[in-house]
């Protein structure tokens, strides 16, 4: 967008030592950083940490009753058929949102992208769910999803789905819900990527004599790949960690159809009161999450490309 | 004790009569959304009665109650009074917290010395009162009397055939007979428990007391026939469609609307249906008859959710006087009218809802509590509702679901 772009690349050896030595780039970022950082330490890090250690205990959430139980905790959790299932589910559901809404949100990208008259308020009107409590949307999504053939969704297209009471629906109907709401994130983050593709590769694509489609497969896709790489991530820590918009539609039913790691948990401690058990579960899921998007960073970064 | 209590309370004293003893004591009570209909009026004549004392109520719905009390409790930020639930089978409930030594002992007001027997697991633990309960409610069947009337029903069915005949009279009226919502949990269960008094207690009184000693299991019970009648419920189409895609919200509506003829509900939520309909005397209740002999009928009679006094909190004894106020008789009567309950102990002045009045012959000898207040810890109850969820929906069978609620009972 910014005509100068062409003017970025300047001789290196001669302005970039001389900005290092008079001061330390990151010094004072991480200065500014201190007040916020240590509020997270004190608010985020600290209880987090020192969580763990109840994960290696039976204590129920109440009363001082509490023994070391070592590893017996996580020994539950690989036996639990519960648990275990809903790994299932929250792998399933983080597949469908991740790919359905990165889609959904490049193509909306793409869309706004484009020189129309209404772009501005179509990205407004896109990205509004985001901004909504998930809670509040997934009680708008209860009437949505309404199971009667004449109302909501399935009055609209002439349906007659049991949308969250059908155990093999109910899933990709929460999943509907999330990329309903989060593909305007996702498009934010896209469109912000796409600003950034300078003009001038996709002029010399077209001198070149690329047409649309391969300037979008080899200039923009690949010009993009940062944008995905924080999409993908994001996406996936989202999914993994689904609570709310479950627990205000379907509480993990009908059965056990819709139970995720993060119900389970949420069960264990505050309805069955087994906050060690339940503090296991939290702990293996954060790892679990950790790895994942310590694997994706790694193998997208790798792809991304700058112009 | 006392000074730091009115030191933290910065309100100023709005009750000008209190004269000398301007001193207030504010106490904090936490509340499950069903409460707050009695406790609204109650409050109110508690500040007349000692205005030296405020109380602030705040309440909310079960789910988000148990998890925030429960958290508070952990915490050791408990509020000085709050919800508790009777019996062993949830984790806010009366055991679970008593045995961890955070509830105040009630044993020495009045009215714990009047508690019915047959409620006394509900309330006591090692013979030691923990919980306040105004008294009891019922499941059985609330009915749209016009739904009835239109069908050509005259009078309630008294046994299991007739049940069956009178669902299947509404069904050729064009009525649902009987509206479900699965899709919230708690709802899942209102029809089992139904039966299960008549299909399992009416044949062996003890049976708990087997359950809990190791003898008896619900897939070797009267369950697995309470279980079957449930789903002959649904294949004989007496149910809305797509019961487990139905809130608790669209069961009240379709009946008090008259789409559906009934709703097996627990009495406790009968205020609700009557708001929702046009003239609340178009709806009733009548037990919801589990056997063919209609001798051995039983119904289920649960003591109704309650509240205890904090321990560890700063006004223990301003707690508890305020529990001992709620015993009276009158306050008693008034809680139990407001939510349509059979009161604890009754006087000439109880007045009982005339929609329960048809439970009364049972309640002496013919009802047992909800199943949940002596099952040993709080998984039983999730399981029976998730059980049940997948039965509606064909993905288990009954053996599959009573399995997994005997290996959830003995964990």
């Not at chain 1, 490049?106 to 409590?133: M, T």
């Not at chain 2, 069978?397 to 290996?407: P, Q, R, S, V």
Request: glycine share 8%.
């Amino acid at each position: 967008v910014t005509p100068i772009t062409t003017e970025k690349p300047r001789p290196a050896s001669t302005r970039r030592p001389g900005r290092r030595r008079r001061f330390s780039v990151t010094t004072p970022s991480w200065l500014f950083a201190a007040p916020a950082l240590l509020v997270y330490a004190l608010v985020v890090l600290y209880p987090a940490i020192s969580g763990v250690f109840y994960a290696f205990t039976d204590w129920s959430g109440i009363g001082e009753d509490m023994s070391f139980v070592g590893l017996a905790n996580f020994r539950t959790l690989l036996g639990d058929e519960q648990a275990m299932g809903s790994i299932g589910n929250t792998l399933l559901l983080t597949l469908a949102i991740v790919a359905v809404q990165n889609g959904i949100g490049l193509l909306l990208a793409l869309g706004v992208h484009a020189k129309l008259k209404s772009r501005a308020l179509l990205r407004v009107i896109f990205f509004a769910p985001v901004v909504v409590s998930p809670v509040m949307v997934a009680f708008l999504w209860k009437y949505i999803y309404n199971p009667d053939p004449s109302a909501g969704l399935n009055g609209l297209l002439g349906l007659d789905v049991n949308w969250l009471g059908d155990p093999s629906v109910a899933l990709w109907s929460v999943a509907g819900m999330v990329v309903w709401q989060y593909a305007g994130y996702s498009m934010v983050i896209f469109l912000a990527g796409l600003e950034g593709v300078p003009k001038e590769l996709h002029e010399a694509a077209m001198i070149d004599g690329a047409g649309t489609v391969q300037r979008f497969r080899y200039v923009t896709w690949p010009l993009l790949a940062p944008a995905l790489t924080i999409n993908m991530m994001l996406s996936t820590i989202g999914g993994l960690k689904l609570f709310d918009q479950i627990f205000a539609t379907t509480n993990g039913g009908p059965g056990y159809a819709t139970e995720t790691l993060s119900t389970v948990l949420y069960k264990q401690a505050f309805v069955f009161g087994k906050f060690g058990y339940s503090t296991a579960i939290a702990l293996v899921l954060a790892l679990f999450v950790a790895a994942v998007s310590l694997v994706q960073v790694y193998y997208l970064r790798n792809r991304e490309v700058t112009a | 004790v006392a000074a730091a209590a009115t030191a933290c309370s910065t309100r100023p004293d709005t009750a000008a009569t209190t004269g000398g003893q301007g001193a207030t004591t504010e106490l904090k009570f936490v509340g499950v959304a069903d409460q707050k209909a009695p406790m609204d009026s109650l409050l109110a004549a508690y500040q007349q009665a000692k205005p030296s004392v405020r109380i602030n109520a705040s309440f909310a719905p079960t789910d988000q109650v148990q998890t925030s009390v429960r958290t508070q409790l952990g915490a050791g930020n408990a509020p000085d009074l709050h919800v508790v639930y009777p019996g062993s089978g949830s984790a806010m409930s009366m055991t679970q917290i008593g045995q961890a030594g955070l509830l105040a002992d009630l044993s020495a007001q009045p009215w714990t010395q009047t508690i019915p027997a047959g409620f006394k697991p509900a309330f006591q633990l090692d013979g030691k009162t923990y919980i306040y309960s105004a008294g009891s409610s019922v499941i059985g069947a609330v009915y749209n009397k016009k739904a009835f009337e239109k069908a050509g029903v005259e009078a309630p069915p008294a046994t299991w055939t007739e049940f069956l005949a009178v669902c299947d009279k509404l069904k050729k009226a064009g009525v649902t007979p009987i509206a479900l919502g699965a899709q919230t949990p708690w709802v899942t269960q209102l029809i089992t428990y139904a039966l299960v008094p008549s299909t399992v207690y009416a044949k062996d009184p003890t049976f708990d007391d087997k359950q809990l000693a190791g003898q008896a299991t619900f897939a070797g019970s009267g369950w697995r026939q309470a279980m079957e009648m449930y789903l002959e419920l649904q294949k004989r189409g007496f149910f809305n469609d797509k019961p487990n895609g139905t809130t608790f919200e669209q069961q009240i509506s379709m009946v008090a609307t008259g789409k559906a003829a009934m709703a097996i509900q627990v009495s406790a939520v009968l205020p609700d249906f009557r708001k929702a309909a046009s003239s609340p005397d178009d709806l009733s209740m009548f037990p919801v008859p589990g056997a063919d002999d209609a001798a051995s009928v039983w119904i289920p009679a649960g003591v109704v959710v309650g509240l205890g006094a904090s321990a560890k909190g700063k006004n223990v004894e301003e707690a508890k006087a305020f529990i001992d106020f709620l015993g009276k008789q009158e306050n008693i009567n008034a809680w139990a009218k407001a939510i349509a309950a059979i009161p604890l102990t009754q006087d000439a002045s109880s007045a009982i809802d005339p929609a329960v009045e048809s439970f009364l012959p049972f309640t002496k000898d013919r009802a047992v509590p909800f199943m949940d207040q002596r099952w040993p810890n709080a998984e039983v109850q999730p399981v029976h509702f998730a059980v049940v969820q997948e039965l509606l929906a064909g993905k288990a069978t009954i053996d599959e679901a009573l399995k997994k609620m005997d290996e959830a009972y003995q964990k």
